[in-house]
């Protein structure tokens, strides 16, 4: 599972993504800046219903595989639980529906198209806090579950490993670093051993009226796989809105993501993510409507 964070269990989660309700106390209601500062934070004690619309074109040396693609769309509702000052804990499934995904029949040596399926569900628990200083950490577990409905786009495993957050929030916005790894656990025990490290880097830069510059690429390293198909390394940018619509905010973001490093048999070219993110009460913590 910040600034939102992608949970993809490929390359993650991480990623990986809050309430303008304050207390009846306060008296001043906040703005879109300031909600959308706070949903950059991902420490936030914000409450968010995600949804991520996902493309991807791959490239490669297996037969056809340039020019393949795949849309995922993923449900991601997070509902921090806030017990501190400045703390928070965190549980954050992504739940993924592969709409159309490509997949290698080694048989005819060519691509067949699944989906739409329900892949495997990540997730990650967390405590997190924002520090007066601004400095945010966070720390925790993530995982796999095995939920997908067709073995062709899943794993049987079970897969958990630690995660970590540095971030620091300045007066333009917040940058930061999250890490995970993830190891099989249980189950899928046909399966080559899992042990993939990724690190997020995320950055949110306000602009002023709600909107920012942000993006969160995940880098991944597989350590099982060999020399030529270990890295995945992307480079991203996006624009963010954060809106107040009948008292309501939202968060809708566009990033656009470019390989520079991906595995030589079969790996990601290019891609965007389009999220549309509306803010809900949180029953953990009251905020102002």
């Known amino acids: 599972m910040a600034a939102e ?11 990986p993504e809050v309430s303008a309700i304050e207390s009846a106390s306060e008296p001043k209601e906040k703005s879109a800046d300031e909600i959308a500062k706070e949903l950059a934070n991902p420490a936030t004690p914000l409450s968010s219903i995600g949804n ?3 493309y991807r074109r791959f490239k490669g040396s297996l037969p056809d ?12 509702p997070a509902f921090p639980f806030k017990f501190g000052e400045g703390e928070i804990f965190a549980f954050r499934p992504a739940i993924p529906i592969i709409i159309d995904q490509p997949v290698f029949d080694t048989d005819s040596l060519s691509y067949e198209s699944e989906g739409p399926e329900l892949g495997d569900t990540a997730f990650d628990a967390v405590y997190g ?12 577990l993530f995982g796999v579950m095995p939920t997908h409905s067709d073995s062709a786009i899943g794993s ?4 958990l490993g630690p995660e970590m957050l540095l971030a620091k929030i300045q007066d333009w916005g917040i940058y930061g670093v999250l890490a995970f790894h993830q190891w099989n656990v249980a189950g899928g025990t046909d399966e080559p051993d899992t042990n993939i490290t990724s690190i997020q880097y995320l950055y949110a830069i306000g602009l002023g ?6 993006s969160s690429p995940t880098i991944t390293y597989d350590w099982q796989a060999d020399s030529e ?31 520079i490093e991906q595995p030589d048999a079969f790996g990601q070219d290019w891609g965007f993510k389009l999220s549309v993110s509306p803010v809900v009460p949180n029953p953990f913590y009251k905020f102002k409507k």
């Open 229 to 259: 198909n270990d890295w995945n390394v992307p480079l991203g940018v996006g624009l963010a809105k954060t809106m107040i619509i009948n008292k309501t905010p939202w968060k809708i973001q566009g990033q656009v993501f470019y390989y």
């Open 209 to 214: 009226k709600g909107w920012q510059l942000a």
């Open 129 to 140: 806090k924002t520090h007066k200083s601004g400095l945010v950490t966070l720390g925790g």
């Open 65 to 76: 595989a340039d020019g393949e693609d795949s849309w995922v769309y993923t449900f991601q």
């Open 52 to 54: 991520h619309l996902e």
């Open 156 to 159: 049987d495993q079970w897969r």
């Open 5 to 15: 964070k992608s949970l993809d269990p490929t390359e993650n989660p991480g990623a």
